[in-house]
Structure formats: C-alpha cells, structure tokens
C-alpha cells in the first residue's frame, strides 16, 4: 500500500529524530517504543495511510538498526558516530544555529570542523530520503538541523516535492548574515517548494533575505528560484487537544491537582514555570522577577508559591552546564531569603515528569508563567489554555513568543524587562475573576480551532497534499 513496485514510498518524513524512543523491558529486552508528543501524533496517521516513511536517528550513536515498522510507519533510520553527535547536532546544531536563530540570546560557536559534520549528516539524510521516496512522491523535512537538506535531496531527486518546516524562529537577516557559509544554508531551504515557518515575521526574514543574499525576487509569500516557485508562509503549530482532554477529565488527574494544591499551602496562590532548562527560556529573569516581588514586599511567601518544572536538556553544552548552576543559585538564593521552615517559595524540579503529571499542574496552577526570551512556538502555553476547561487561571506571556501572536488575551509582558514581568505577575494575580475567564474562553476557542492536526492538514494542503481525515486519526 503506497508504495511503488521499487519499494518507494509516497510520503517520506525527515526529522533529526525519528519517532520512537528505546526501551529496555523487565525482561532485560531492548525494543522500540513511539515517542510521547504532538508531532508525532498528528503525523503518524498521515504518514500510515499513505504506507509512509520516517527517516531519522535513533539518539544513539554508532551504527543504525535495519528499518523496521511501528504503528503503520516504516522508520529508516541514520546512522551518527559519536564525533558526529558532538559536532553536528551538539555543535552546528545546537550551539552555533540554537543560539544564532533565537536573537544572539547565547554568543553561538563558529567552527568549521562543525560546519563540515552539519554537512556531511544533512547529505547523508538527504540520501536516505532519496532513497525512501517513490517517483514523485512528497517528502516532508524538519527543522534546523537539517537547513540543507531540501536542495540536496532536489539535487538527487528532481521529481519530488519538497516541504520543509522550521520550529524555531527565522531571524532577522542582519543576524542571519553573520553565518559563516550563510549562501548554502539560504540555498539549502530554496531547495524546497514550500518553506514553512512558525510566524509572520519569520517568513518575511526569510523572503528578505532571499533578496539581499540571492538577490531575488519575493513578491507576497513566494519567490521565483531557477524557473520553480518557493512558497514561504506561517503555519503556527499547536498541540494535541484531544490528549490534554483526555487527561483533564481523568479523576486521578483531577484528584492529582486537588492533592498538589493542598501539599503546596491550600491557600497560596500558585505560579507554575515548565520549560526544558534552556537559556531561551527566561528562566533567570522569571526567578529575579519573582524574588524582587517577594523582595519588594508586593507578594509574601505565606500568599504565594512558584513551582518550576525545568527539563533536564542538552546537557553536555557548556552554556546549558552554567544556566543550570545560574538558576539553582537564584533558587537558593529566594530560598534562603525569604523560606520559612516547611513552607518553601520555590520548588524547583530539574527532572522530566509524565503527562499526567504535568496537566495535573496545570489544572493546579493559578498563574502560568511563560516569559522565554524567544520561542518559536511555546507549546506549554497552548497545553495549559487546553488543560482548563474550568475557565480559570491566567497566562503571563512573553511577547518574544509564536504563542503571543494568537493568544493576544494573556498577560503580555517584555521578558528581557524585569518590572514588566513583575508588572504581568501582579495583573495576573489581582485581575478579577470574571476578566480571567474571559480571557480564557477567548484563548480556550483559538487553541481548540487550530490543533495540531488543523496544522499538519494546511501545510500538506499547501504542499499539495491532503492532510489525514480526522478518523483517520482516531482509528489510530
Ligand atoms: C521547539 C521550539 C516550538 C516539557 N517538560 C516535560 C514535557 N515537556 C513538553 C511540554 C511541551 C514540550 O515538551 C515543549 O515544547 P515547547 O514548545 O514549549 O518548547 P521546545 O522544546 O523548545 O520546542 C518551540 C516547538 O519546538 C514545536 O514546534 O513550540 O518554539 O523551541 O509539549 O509539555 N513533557 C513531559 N515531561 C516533562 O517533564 N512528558
């Protein structure tokens, strides 16, 4: 099904990581387990009913298991070495594109021995795709670490169609253009026939750059490249609603909520922080933020609490080594000024958690804080809004996130600007109820109409490809 007579198939995912994760059993068993999150939800029908691909790695280095089958996906997987994990995806990736493409946030590394690795892999990618795909298929690649892939892959396969999806923001070309090598990454993503991006701004960096760097022609959402059209539009991305509901009408979830609420002070009012432990986060701020409240005598410890759920993440970048010292200091520091034996003002959790256990807090969370410096995205902002059904609690939100850009009745604030933070904090706490669900009931109906599958359907709609039909999904 789906696949031509050479073993091809009709619609081939490329992404870093391919959507599993390994597992070892009681029996002491290795085997593969499909990754928990949104993405992999929406596209794994899509990818299912077309007898689709998903090329990708592992997460372990050295060399790569056969494909192999899970839930209807053929996984083809790519093989890194060690070096090739530090240098293309702990390097070029993560600490010369990350920090580059969230606005200089972090200074990023410049190396060309990276350079090269970036290279080589999205070549190697390029080729696996090359070989997944049947004549003319539709093949559809993620995000920055893999930029160069579209024009390798056109390169060896003129016949397909390309769609390429950035998570991350598109910068601004003033800070695009100190890349080394700038003119291939740019040339990389042309490679595609749709370039798709998390927001207005990022297309429009994008389209600009096409003419100050290839000196081409944009006109509205495309340009012309070698005789091709290159379409390059928002597609904000969002969440798997249908899971957060599921979760928000469990007992145990909601008995959950009710227990942490008691465990935290039942009468504090709670402030709630989940991000992976990363610099782009505003982790810092939000913590100096709220101790200078505490500090100011504008909250009281007996009034208040904050729990802050930081994922451990990349954790072999030194810059992610130092946040994580930086962080635990200012912790500690609140701590230390301003605890009271048995009643902590933060609770700070450097560990993963389950999803149940994270909708538990959002169901307990009086004010969600969401203050990263830049955020392609933020998706925990838009899981929280799904989470309360109860019409209740508020979001402070960065302006410098996607999110921002649809859930316009949050408390918006500058999170590079302390007293805004703190401005925001308190708005959220005093604001009156009645605003507060209103507020909600807004950003409540802009999430549910354009969930992860409403996403996934307009890009393969634009792409030419009709996304998966919602039983599909179900049937799943
Ligand atoms: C990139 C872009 C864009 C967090 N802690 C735990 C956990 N999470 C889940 C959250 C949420 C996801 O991870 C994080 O998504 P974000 O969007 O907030 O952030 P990034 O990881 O930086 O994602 C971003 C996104 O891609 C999608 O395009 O929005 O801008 O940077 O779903 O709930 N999940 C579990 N345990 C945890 O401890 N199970």
Redesign the pocket.
Known sequence: MGEDAGGGHEFVVVANRLPVDEVTGEDGQHRWERS???LVSALQPVVRQRGGAWVGWTGSAGEAPEPFDIDGMRLRPVPLSAEEVDQYYEGQSNATIWPLFHDLVEQPTHRRDWRRAYEAVNRRFARAAADAAAPDATVWVHDYQLLLVPAMLRELRPDVRIGFFL??PFPPVELFMQLPRRRELLTGLLGADLVGF?GALAAQNFLRLTRLLAGLEPKDDRVEVDGRTVVARAFP?SIDVAEVDQLTADPAVQERARQLRTELGGDRRLLLG?D?L?YTKGIEQRLEAYHDLLADGEISNDDVVLVQ?A?PSRQRITQYQQLRERVEREVGRTTGEFGDVGRAPVHYLFQ????AE?VALYLAADVMLVTPLR??????AK?FVAARRDEQGALVLSEFT?AAAELDDAFLVNAHDTDDIKRGILEALNADPQDLAARMRHMREQVRAHDIDYWARDFLGVLGVPGAPPEAREAA
């Open positions: 928990p999150g949104g998570h991350i998390q991305i989940v992976r990363d759920v994922t993963s958690f389950g999803r994270l955020d392609g995205m933020n998706l925990v899981e996607g």
